[in-house]
């Protein structure tokens, strides 16, 4: 996937806010997981699409100075300066790209497949870079188990933030975004080959990161918003305003996480 299709690009000036609010909101999820397939110390580490820092930094943690831990993205630029000594940087594309190493006993990926076109062949080279046992974690969203930015439609200030999500989510759409991608997740790791799979989902509700994640979003997109006749800039204005003052109980959608071992 090129910079050039997808939507949050991670060179705009609100990619740090986006990966700073991810990391409060997720963090806590991915490591449960992780910790939960029993890394450890040596373990070697592919972090696909990694973004910001938080994630590859904590696996680097883990895995000690035995260990291996690459991070690897399309654009790497926010990313190269801000890791870890433990962490090793490089640009790479998971539908294109051979696997960057020689096998991995983790290879994770969050909030990136849903985003590639060709997410099912992505999925299966990352399954293929695993070592005998190792584990593929995946996390994405659900979307569509979930579509309100506000489930507690219950006001004006509500039901317009749920407009301004409704115009971001069809930008998504247009851009190829599979907005039912999470719930797949389990099959899709089953037909790569991957046994012991398991999922479970995450639902954020009211938590001030959420808030923070979604003004980035909608400060980077505003003109794909305004320019599409979605909302006018008026209500845009009105809706960052409304996130500022605290006003709202904001959502995501589902993360699903999902992971499956190789035999």
Known sequence: MGSEEYLLDNRAAEAGGRFDALSVIFDPVTFRHVD??????????????????????????????????????????????????????????VVRDAPPGDGFDLVHARLVLLHVPEREKALRRMAAALRPGGWLLVEDYDISLQTMICPDAHGPDQLLANKVKDGFRSLLSERGVDAEFGRRLPRLLRQVGLLDVSADAYFPLAMPAVGALERANIVQVRDGLVGRGFVTDTEVDAYLALIGAGRLDLATGPLVSAAGRSG
Do not use: Y
């Open 36 to 93: 939960a397939l029993g890394i450890a110390p040596g373990w070697r580490c592919w972090e696909v699409g990694a973004g910001g820092p938080s994630v590859p930094d904590g696996l680097a943690a883990r895995v000690g100075s035995t260990g291996q831990v690459v991070a690897t993205d399309i654009e790497i630029g926010w990313l190269a300066d801000r890791v870890g000594a433990g962490v090793e940087v490089a640009r790479h594309d």
